[in-house]
DNA sequence: TTGACATAACACCAAATGGTTTCATATAAT
DNA sequence: ATTATATGAAACCATTTGGTGTTATGTCAA
């Protein structure tokens, strides 16, 4: 019983450049709200709701040390994208454009095979 | 000059969970408008507003044949996204574990040296 | 105990988002 | 030419989002 009804899904969590930043700068030491906000245009109420987004989307959590609440990153739950991903990287390189043939059986793309790098 | 100022970039547009259907529909198939609807309890205006935003991503691309628009997925953009979870994968997997040594230049880890793949 | 600091919890607000309906335009079919 | 079909575009609306400021609570230091 870890997640129930959870409103901010990876997806939405990472759609708001200000906490892709966050993520980014969490990515490297973990930090206090108050030491994130001086990165920040903005006020620290603001990042400690974008916090919060991101801890209900697991990408972050939160320890209470002392006065302090130092964020963390939880890189697990990257995994998620990168199954979601996953799905489509199928199309892009062209490894299992055959089986895309054989499922779809009907598109009649000629046949060229561009490997891209 | 292929991208201008784009209102809509890739994460905000797989932020909605309509959006992330639609992709999967295309994935299998090009669709025009109409039948893309069909799938979903909403209008044809609201689907179309939809593949407008996952076209600024490009994400999909429409082609107009006769009066319809076939709309179809553009796989490559998927790299972006790949690409901006390929730094966090580094935290996951600890390939790079030890590069993380040295950026951060702080922490005591034992250096276990694990080359995955 | 008192004061300073770090965060939490509210109430509030403007703008963006996701949907609607209606009207216009282009193409196909009869 | 007329009608039906497929989409485009606009005006509109409720809710969500991303920000603000203020007040309350908990913790550390004197």
Redesign the pocket.
């Known amino acids: 019983m870890s997640s129930s009804a959870q409103?901010y899904d990876v997806f939405?969590a990472i759609?708001?450049p200000?906490r892709r930043e966050v993520l980014k700068l969490l990515a490297h030491q973990e930090l206090?709200?108050?030491e994130i906000t001086a990165h920040f245009p903005?006020?620290?109420?603001?990042i400690?709701?974008?916090l919060h987004?991101l801890s209900e989307a697991n990408l972050v959590s939160?320890q209470k040390v002392?006065?302090?609440?130092?964020y963390r990153l939880q890189p697990e739950t990257f995994q998620e994208l990168k199954d979601w991903l996953s799905y489509y990287e199928q199309f892009w390189n062209n490894k299992l454009s055959i089986l895309k043939h054989v499922v779809e059986n009907e598109d009649e793309d000629s046949l060229n095979n561009k490997k891209t790098d």
């Open positions: 409103k939405q759609a708001d200000t206090p709200i108050a903005m006020s620290r109420t603001a400690a709701k974008h987004i939160g002392g006065r302090e609440k130092r």
